[in-house]
């Protein structure tokens, strides 16, 4: 276990965040005493700058913002999600919104580092130099992958106002329902979630349909359809909202399934380029390097 | 009062646990005879200090006292000042000493000897007697320590132990309820349909937490004009405003709180009216309380989207699940209480010219 490798880094940030989530549920019945109650939240920011350590190593190696395969792209999107997190508590002090997070980074930082497939490394390639030739559209995707960040974040969010109103509606205290956030809150709070995701992927496809305009043979037809169809799925989620056509359980649900379409179709949104490093990498045995 | 001899602690009282509600208000003290009470324990030769918690479950009486002293003393003081048998005073009260005191206070402090347990007002209660004591200047270096540490011990209780946990009176379960849907309850909008028990207590428990748009409605305004006109009543008393039955059903987009306790055989609120209503609400939830024995709400109305409805029974059931969560806890706070009482009378002790 080295602090100076990018995958037990990963490990032990995943680690840290399923500790504070098994710690903050275990608070929530069972109050801690002074010394520990604020560890879930420790353990969380430990997580965090094990996570940042580690995406800044990757991102020494592949000379870039660490977007190249689908570790890279899961662990953005987690690190993108805490962010938010940590933004919104600064605001809105939510103990469960950061279990809720620390839960969801266990779930899917356990699975992108446990398919080693997913880490194939494209950066060891004969010829390679670097990630992102044209820094637009580096801007382009981290700025998409942290709006994922966001939608991440709003889909937490509305699994706790589904678990809210399942409690309320099941009319017992319940488990978690009396130390949820209120479901006006939440919804108000996924209201603005998905405003401001919206607003990044805009910027994201703003900055990347300048790119495509101009060399439209990197960006391949899939790709086009994903991220445009995602976006008009959000958009139009938003428009539904603002309208209030849409909002409650049924709005949570489609945030919800969004995000899983949006998770699945991660390998979907690669440039080109990337896909042809690939294949030039795909029989080469995988190496990690340490720094 | 004296502080410096040597002395002893002592509680006697009476409450829940020794007598029942009649014993209880025979023994009590009435309000406006405290301060006679507290004249005639200065004069008693030998106490030091005291201080009298006087409550309406509970009468208790806290003193050191020094050398010769008896506390006899003190309960032929309150038989003789309630003009009650010696014997009668003895049988209905319960006495402690030492490092008792520390533990008894500990667990009264924090209301695990509540009748109503982890109820929070037996603190409030304490500190009025406490204050009140020392302005009498009836208390002293023993009792001013014990008390301000029983005080950190009830915080600490409710912060580390569940004693707490959920709220088991009818009232605060439905604002906690409100709480858990519209996060603030002084913006909630509530609308009192009849002017039963039950909506009386959930008024009081919004009131209390700050609510101010509270409007009441019922049918006696309209066909009787010389009947009871409780609703009236009923906005006079929280400040609220009165609507009149004939409007309510088309003004119910405008609450968020809807409670329901009338006496009707018939309900007075059907689903389609529900739905007309959140049509011009759709985002923002209702919630329906129907305190009503025939029920007042349609019970299907619950199932209209972002409409939470729940019936006396419902929160009945809600409110002995929480009593019961909070008695699991009872066994594990007065564990960690009795070792803070230990450590507390150690101190107490080590200190010079203080407590034998």
């Not at chain 1, 939510?94 to 490394?121: E, H, M, Q, Y």
């Not at chain 2, 008896?70 to 006495?95: G, W």
């Not at chain 2, 204050?131 to 208390?139: C, I, L, P, S, Y």
């Not at chain 2, 923002?284 to 729940?310: G, M, T, W």
Request: net charge positive.
């Amino acid at each position: 276990m080295s602090l100076n490798d990018v995958r037990d880094l990963l490990w032990l940030a995943t680690a840290s965040y399923g500790a504070s989530f098994i710690l903050g549920m275990i608070k929530t019945r069972h109050p801690f005493s002074a010394l520990f109650r604020e560890s879930p939240f420790i353990l969380i920011l430990a997580g965090f700058f094990l996570q940042t350590r580690a995406l800044y190593f990757r991102g020494l190696e592949v000379h870039g913002c660490p977007l190249g395969n689908g570790l890279e792209r899961t662990q953005f999107i987690l690190w993108s999600l805490i962010v938010a997190f940590l933004i919104l508590r600064l605001v809105w002090k939510l103990n469960l919104l950061g279990t809720f997070c620390a839960g969801v980074s266990l779930i899917l930082g356990t699975l992108s580092l446990g398919l080693k497939n997913w880490d194939r490394p494209y950066w060891t390639a004969d010829g390679y130099t670097r990630l992102f030739k044209d820094p637009w559209i580096e801007l382009h995707a981290s700025i998409a992958i942290f709006s994922y960040g966001l939608f991440c974040l709003l889909a937490v969010v509305s699994i706790m106002y589904l678990s809210q109103r399942q409690a309320l509606l099941s009319r017992r205290p319940g488990f978690l329902g009396p130390y949820l956030p209120p479901i006006q809150d939440l919804e108000t709070a996924a209201f603005r979630l998905l405003a401001v995701g919206v607003s990044f992927l805009t910027l994201s496809m703003v900055v990347g349909a300048m790119h495509w305009t101009r060399h439209p043979e990197f960006v391949s037809g899939a790709k086009l359809t994903v991220t445009l169809s995602l976006w008009i799925g959000y958009f139009v989620l938003l428009i539904m909202r603002i309208s209030n056509r849409l909002y409650g359980s049924r709005f949570a649900k489609w945030t919800i399934a969004l995000f899983v379409v949006a998770l699945l179709s991660l390998s979907l949104v690669s440039s080109k380029t990337k896909s042809q490093v690939f294949h030039a990498v795909n029989s080469s045995p995988i190496v990690y390097s340490s720094r | 009062m004296s502080t410096n001899s040597q002395n002893s602690l002592f509680l006697i009282g009476t409450s829940h646990q020794v007598a029942n509600l009649n014993e209880r208000e025979t023994i009590g003290l009435p309000t406006d005879s405290i301060r006679e009470f507290y004249r005639g324990l200065e004069d008693l030769s030998g106490l030091d200090e005291c201080l009298v918690l006087n409550t309406c479950n509970r009468t208790e009486i806290y003193g050191t006292f020094n050398g010769a002293f008896s506390i006899d003393v003190v309960l032929k003081y309150l038989a003789q000042f309630r003009e009650l048998d010696l014997s009668f005073i003895k049988e209905k009260t319960y006495q402690r000493s030492g490092s008792e005191v520390v533990r008894h206070l500990f667990e009264v402090a924090s209301g695990i000897d509540s009748q109503m347990v982890g109820e929070t007002e037996i603190l409030g209660q304490l500190k009025k007697a406490y204050d009140e004591a020392v302005e009498r200047d009836a208390t002293g270096k023993v009792l001013n320590r014990l008390f301000q540490k029983s005080f950190q011990a009830a915080k600490w209780a409710r912060t580390n132990t569940g004693i707490s946990r959920g709220q088991v009176n009818l009232g605060n379960v439905l604002c906690e309820l409100a709480r858990r849907i519209f996060g603030r309850i002084d913006q909630c909008r509530l609308l009192v349909l009849g002017a039963g028990e039950v909506a009386e207590s959930a008024l009081e428990a919004f009131k209390s937490r700050g609510s101010e748009a509270i409007t009441v409605t019922g049918r006696t305004f309209d066909w009787c004009p010389l009947s009871r006109r409780k609703p009236d009543e009923l906005a006079q008393k929280f400040d609220g405003f009165t609507l009149a039955y004939s409007k309510f059903h088309e003004s119910l987009h405008l609450f968020d709180v809807v409670l329901a306790s009338t006496a009707s055989a018939n309900p007075l609120l059907t689903k389609t009216q529900v739905e007309e209503a959140m049509k011009k609400r759709p985002s923002k939830p209702l919630f329906i309380i129907d305190a009503s024995v025939p029920r007042n709400v349609e019970e299907c109305a619950s199932s209209v989207d972002n409409v939470f409805l729940y019936n006396m029974d419902d929160v009945s059931a809600i409110a002995n699940e929480n009593l019961q969560s909070r008695l699991s806890e009872v066994d594990r706070c007065r564990v960690a209480l009795a070792k803070r009482a230990i450590r507390l009378w150690d101190q107490i002790k080590a200190q010079p010219s203080l407590p034998s």
